[in-house]
């Protein structure tokens, strides 16, 4: 296969290195790809937002498959545009990727196919927010209904601090979600999905505080572990069976079927899992660590899942041992980053780790610079969570950005047994 990822992250330069360690592929692409990227891969420029850009690109390089990695290319209709075009295309269309674009349409959903969630209200004009407000707490959801990169939520005790929130995009003329709280250690549940044909990967953990035990404003994820030490082995069925299938069967009664990665994230409560929210593609950080794992074909399951034949696709294998992934990032984030520094370190080569580029540019004379907010990745593994851990933190010790800055705890309480599912009621 000849396959065209789409994106810039470390989540993408993931993609490509489990690409490329599949014999089936025989050439990979990436657009507009990211410096890291380039080492392993041919990188064009790309317009991802563009259909005709895209499908143009796609054609050009006589791609196979087009793996579309962030949701807002997804959103606007991207993957439709290329299946048009004849080439098979790893992601839903837009009219499901509402699963993701639209928190309303996934609650809408969640609730005609009787899958356990929190308690919602839409609020959509300014005057109705104290209200609701009251109808909820005393800790406080809010939520952008639109796509806000993991960083649209607030979760605080502090009634100001969540109408101050919802005062805010209101008045940028976003809608806000309103939820009640949903208790219990979080999973990410990555699954392939063609129709109603669900293939579960590993459980993962992301860290999305920015700051050390679980600390200061929600980011995009500050580092993912996988697998969850802590979560009983049927629990991966049960989401399967009581989340994600019943999920999939719902949209395709609504001639809406989902194809491509269906990310559910879910609070694992007294009354078991109950879902946080839905993602329509791979999420960044957990891609990173989950893929560190694949011990067989990536490029096949994704085809599969494209051409509607998941059904007949070999099961995904996985190495014994845990993986982690630490993301540096730049200063200030995940406000207005700083940009423009050089980074150093970033090139060593290390057994069992592996440097994943997010927001990285290469300047005129060479040097590497940081270019975003969530700047490189540290991913390491290990025969358990402890020795990943390590691994990674000595690495990232040895990268340096001015101002840079990462969490020290990622995968922490998980290798010192301190989580532990509560008691069902």
Same mark, same amino acid.
């Not at 929190?118 to 109808?135: F, K, M, N, Q, Y």
């Not at 959801?141 to 639109?146: E, R």
């Not at 975003?372 to 950005?401: F, M, P, W």
């Given at each position: 296969m000849r396959v065209l990822v789409i994106g810039s992250g470390a989540r993408e330069h993931a993609l490509v290195v489990a690409l490329r360690r599949d014999p089936a592929v025989r050439a990979v692409c990436a657009a507009p790809g990211n410096p890291g990227i380039a080492q392993q891969a041919d990188v064009r420029p790309v317009d991802p937002t563009s259909a005709e850009s895209v499908v143009a690109l796609a054609t050009e390089f006589k791609a196979d498959l087009v793996v579309i990695g962030p949701e807002v290319p997804l959103v606007l209709g991207i993957a439709d545009a290329v299946r048009s075009a004849g080439i098979a295309c790893f992601g839903p269309s837009a009219a499901a990727a509402r699963i993701e674009g639209s928190k309303a349409f996934a609650? $809408?959903?969640?609730? =005609? =196919?009787?899958?356990?969630?929190?308690?919602?209200?839409?609020? $959509?004009?300014?005057?109705?927010? $104290?209200?609701?407000? #009251?109808?909820?707490?005393?800790t406080w959801?809010?939520?952008? #209904? @639109?796509l806000a990169a993991g960083k649209g939520v607030v979760v605080t005790a502090d009634r100001s601090a969540a109408r101050d929130h919802g005062a805010e995009l209101l008045e940028q003329g976003h809608p806000v979600l309103l939820e009640s709280f949903l208790d219990g250690p979080e999973v990410s549940l990555f699954c392939l999905v063609d129709g109603e044909t669900v293939v579960p990967l590993l459980p993962a953990q992301d860290h999305k505080r920015i700051g050390d035990g679980d600390t200061g404003p929600n980011t995009g994820g500050m580092g993912a572990y996988t697998p969850l030490p802590w979560l009983p082995a049927e629990s991966v069925a049960e989401i399967v069976d009581t989340v994600v299938k019943p999920v999939a069967a719902e949209m395709a009664q609504r001639d809406v079927p989902f194809s491509g990665l269906l990310y559910a994230g879910l609070a694992m409560g007294q009354a078991g899992p109950a879902v946080v929210e839905f993602n329509c593609r791979f999420g960044d950080p957990e891609t990173q660590a989950v893929l560190a794992l694949l011990d067989s074909p990536l490029g096949a399951l994704l085809h599969a899942t494209a051409t509607g034949t998941l059904a007949r696709a070999e099961a995904p294998r996985w190495k014994d041992g845990a993986a982690i992934t630490v993301v540096l990032s730049a200063e200030n984030y995940p406000g207005r980053p700083r940009t423009g520094d050089v980074i150093t370190g970033a090139d060593t080569v290390e057994p069992d780790t592996e440097v994943l580029h997010g927001g990285t540019a290469q300047r005129a004379d060479g040097a590497l610079i940081s270019a +975003?907010?969530?700047?490189?990745?540290?991913?390491?593994? @290990?025969? $358990?969570?402890?020795?990943?851990?390590?691994?990674?933190?000595?690495? *990232?010790? +040895? *990268?340096?950005?001015?101002? +840079?800055?990462?969490?020290? #705890? *990622?995968?922490?309480?998980a290798a010192e047994a301190r989580i532990s599912l509560p008691a069902r009621v």
């Open positions: 609650k $809408d959903v969640m609730g =005609a =196919a009787g899958v356990c969630t929190a308690r919602s209200e839409i609020v $959509d004009h300014p005057g109705e927010l $104290d209200a609701a407000l #009251d109808r909820f707490g005393p959801v809010v939520k952008d #209904d @639109g +975003g907010g969530r700047v490189l990745n540290v991913v390491a593994t @290990g025969a $358990d969570l402890s020795e990943a851990r390590a691994r990674a933190y000595a690495r *990232i010790a +040895g *990268i340096k950005l001015p101002g +840079g800055h990462y969490r020290t #705890d *990622i995968g922490l309480a």
